[in-house]
């Protein structure tokens, strides 16, 4: 069973970026869509951004121009570059393949944006 684990969250000002990283305890080449999903207190998990194996990504409209998603298969890690923050944002943040997805999800990295 692969294990995912993100990291990189951290409080930050609206406005502000971050960078989250999700590495794989083993290679994640064949997984053909990785994401990113958010989960804010008493809201469902929501995907936040895909990408396939060849790079073509896919965004929510709500962090459409602001965030980025990218993989490095040989590191086995995907990432998520979040510009121009927002309140909104606040969430903790998890990493899974796109279908299906792994049934063990990581522990996730908390993005609070406040001032």
């Known amino acids: 069973q692969v294990q995912l684990v993100e990291s990189g969250g951290g409080l930050v000002q609206p406005g502000g970026s971050l960078r989250l990283s999700c590495a794989a305890s083993?290679?994640?080449?064949?997984?053909?869509?990785m994401a990113w999903y958010r989960q804010a207190p008493g809201n469902q998990r929501e995907l936040v951004a895909d990408?396939?194996?060849?790079?073509?990504?896919n965004y929510a409209d709500s962090v459409k121009g602001r965030f980025t998603i990218s993989r490095d298969n040989a590191k086995s890690t995907v990432y998520l570059q979040m510009n121009s923050l927002k309140p909104e944002d606040t969430a903790v943040y998890y990493c899974?393949?796109?279908?299906?997805?792994?049934?063990?999800w990581g522990q996730g990295t908390q993005v609070t944006v406040s001032s």
């Open positions: 083993r290679s994640i080449f064949t997984y053909k869509i």
């Open positions: 899974n393949r796109r279908y299906p997805p792994l049934s063990s």
């Open positions: 990408i396939t194996s060849g790079g073509v990504t």
